[in-house]
């Protein structure tokens, strides 16, 4: 398995690409880091904080509780004593089961509200993992570039040695594929610059998401060029190694297009829960923030085409 | 006291119906294996893709769906949402599910992969499936036959992944992510004009022995020269190969195959007309190959190793009939069990 940075290294060793764009393309394709939310204290979060301590508190109740009507020697109760005796039985049991009462009463809407809290940590917990799905099929498209751009323009230098009479239409496709090629550097630089610029997670940023779904695009398109440029030469086109590296752009494009479905359904399903009773009570206490989504003009229809015939 | 127990049981048997039914209620319809909606194969035919899909789940623990579509819209989004509807995988105890979705209506097939076994059938093995092996056989309208040979091809991509330990162990969560590949399934569009490098004639029939003939038709198949003309072939074999269906897969297939049988030892028969290169029995993936002489040079006789040979699903082979006909002067020396596979003397 040839790493990228071998790869764009042979690029640059062949001339296919200058320094420039070799440093730009490189530094682009570098993972980026995962961005979450903020930890407040130990690592937790300020709604997880507070679940704690309901907690904390809801279990310090029943052991106080437990000790003041429960604790201590075991009495043996002296039937005897209270037998026949109108009102006069089970006073002690009266008080144990009244204070139990209380802390059930009370326990109820501290159950309800760590459901309800947990059942937003859930949703949002989707939100992320579905979102960290199409970073990862971002970051699989970046990863194709280098192999797409090496593949064309090695058989563009190939069929230019094996045919040399041809050095009008070599010079002029050679330079078509340059400057493709030049514009898919940016394009992918563009995309990766927004995507790890900022400090928040672009999932709460409408506007950067747009500007990352608009950056996206750009490349998709360039990328869907620079295939272009093999429409005119068939050996390459139907060559396997050719229909392989097809196949993965094909594949990845697909996987974006599923994830992003999955990651709209997310924030759809979450950002509802946000605004529904009592969830947006909850909400309100946990810092829980409304999700952007990765909102497309329309994808499949207006996407370039790179299948081929 | 008993009072309290009959409660108890009454309520546990209330909980317990209601669990059933729920479950009867909400588990959705049993999707079979082999689904024509769009009416594209008789029921012989889905019963032989339904069988043979039975015993890739039962040998593989791969559960690989077939779906006919006739319905409109995206391909893509509807393979990957018919995924999840027919909870490909889900027959699979380590979750390995595939689905094969072919719409006549756009002309497109698609082989969605599950998550499980993205890493073994990745998506340029699965464009390469769909377009040099299952498409030559959709252009003839032979859609269960390209169905068909495709799964040979998903079968022993699974051997090689089991005798490497590629499966993915750890990854057992159902459902796909939109991997596979889509292509174009030029449905009874007729004879495929491009498929691959056109080879160049050189491939003549005047060689003095078998071995010679043997790697002429190993270069063929390397090459993707599927005519059926060569003059490597006996009359017959020409005659059979001009019917058949000779996908860029199946010739690649061929060419690997024989790279990886080497140690061959050629038997004649007693009148010098006929020959077996035949391999060691232990090499159960190398079949013996049988050669006629036709106007003095060795051909290769396809049609009697169609005819004897026989594979069974680990791809190893047998012998259909073991005396009585041409070839059987080569094996007398051998022993085969009652399935007709050759036993190894060690």
């Known amino acids: 398995m040839v790493s990228n940075r071998e790869r764009v290294g042979r690029m640059q060793s062949d001339g296919v690409i200058s320094t ?28 997880q904080l507070l679940a704690f301590l309901i907690v904390a508190v809801a279990i310090a109740a029943i052991i106080g509780l437990y000790l ?17 005796k109108a009102e006069g039985h089970g006073e002690m049991n009266r008080t144990t089961t009244s204070l139990l009462a209380i802390v059930l009463l009370a326990s109820v809407p501290l159950l309800i509200f760590a459901l309800l809290y947990n059942s937003l940590v859930g949703k949002e917990e989707t939100v992320l993992k579905d979102w960290a799905q199409v970073e990862s ?62 400090q928040a997670n672009p999932v709460e940023d409408q506007q950067r998401l747009d500007q990352l779904f608009a950056a996206q695009e750009a490349l998709k398109s360039r990328i869907g060029n620079v295939v272009a440029v093999v429409e005119a030469y068939p050996d390459l086109r139907s060559s396997d190694q050719f229909l392989e590296l097809q196949a993965q752009i094909e594949g990845t494009e697909n996987r974006i297009n599923v994830a992003r479905q999955r990651f709209n359904s997310a924030v759809g399903r979450y950002n509802a829960s946000l605004r529904m009773l009592p969830w947006n009570l909850v909400a309100s206490l ?9 909102r497309s003009r329309d994808d499949a229809e207006n996407a370039p085409d790179m299948a081929f015939d | 006291m008993p009072r309290t127990w009959l409660s108890i049981s009454l309520i546990a048997v209330i909980c317990v119906a209601l669990a059933a039914s729920g479950y009867f209620l909400f588990r959705g319809p049993d999707w079979p294996l082999v689904r024509d909606d769009a009416h594209l194969m008789n029921d012989a035919q889905l019963e032989r893709i339904t069988e043979f899909h039975a015993y890739l789940l039962h040998d593989h623990d791969i559960d ?16 990957s949402r018919m995924f999840a509807q027919m909870s490909a995988g889900s027959r699979s105890a380590s979750g390995r599910g595939l689905l094969l979705v072919i719409d006549p209506n756009a002309n497109l097939v698609r082989l969605e992969i599950g998550y499980a076994l993205e890493g073994v059938f ?13 498409v030559p056989f959709f252009q003839k309208g032979r859609i269960a036959d390209g169905i068909l040979a495709t799964t040979e091809l998903i079968v022993a991509r699974a051997q090689d992944a089991a005798l490497n330990e590629s499966f993915e162990t750890e990854r057992w969560s159902g459902g796909s992510g939109g991997a596979g590949a889509t292509a174009k ?25 078998p071995e010679e003939t043997l790697e002429r038709y190993r270069a063929a198949m390397a090459s993707r020269d599927g005519r059926p003309d060569l003059a490597i072939y006996t009359p017959d074999t020409r005659k059979m190969l001009s019917d058949w269906v000779i996908t860029p897969a199946q010739m690649d297939n061929v060419a690997r195959s024989m790279r990886s049988c080497t140690n061959h030892e050629t038997v004649y028969s007693a009148d010098h007309r006929h020959a077996v290169i035949r391999y060691p029995p232990d090499e159960r993936g190398c079949p013996p190959y049988f050669f006629a002489i036709t106007n003095g040079a060795w051909t290769l006789d396809l049609v009697s190793m169609q005819k004897l040979v026989r594979f069974g699903r680990s791809n190893a082979w047998r012998l259909g009939q073991r005396r009585g006909h041409t070839y059987s002067f080569a094996f007398r020396d051998w022993r085969f069990d009652s399935h007709g596979f050759p036993v190894a003397d060690n």
């Open chain 1, 137 to 198: 099929n971002f970051q699989r498209r970046a990863d194709l570039i280098p192999a797409l751009v090496q593949t064309v323009s090695r058989y563009l230098t190939h069929e230019a040695e094996t045919f040399g009479d041809v050095a009008e239409k070599r010079s002029r496709m050679t330079q078509t594929l340059q400057e493709e090629i030049d514009g898919l550097i940016k394009a992918q630089r563009d995309a990766s610059e927004i995507l790890r610029g900022g």
């Open chain 1, 286 to 294: 946990g810092n829980f923030k409304r999700k952007a989504y990765f």
């Open chain 2, 122 to 134: 990745t998506d340029a093995f699965a464009a390469y499936v769909e377009n040099r092996q299952m």
């Open chain 1, 20 to 47: 420039r764009q070799a440093e730009m393309l490189l530094a682009s394709l570098e993972p980026r880091a995962a961005a979450g939310r903020e930890p407040l204290f130990l690592g937790l979060r300020a709604g």
């Open chain 2, 64 to 79: 690989y769906r077939v779906v006919t579509r006739n319905a409109d819209g995206d391909m893509n989004s509807a393979a």
């Open chain 1, 68 to 84: 003041l009507t429960a604790g201590g020697p075991a009495e043996i109760q002296d039937v005897a004593q209270t037998l026949n």
């Open chain 2, 185 to 209: 399934a030029r449905l009874q569009e007729g004879p495929a004009t491009d498929a691959g490098p056109s080879p160049s004639r050189t491939i003549e029939a005047s060689v003095r022995t």
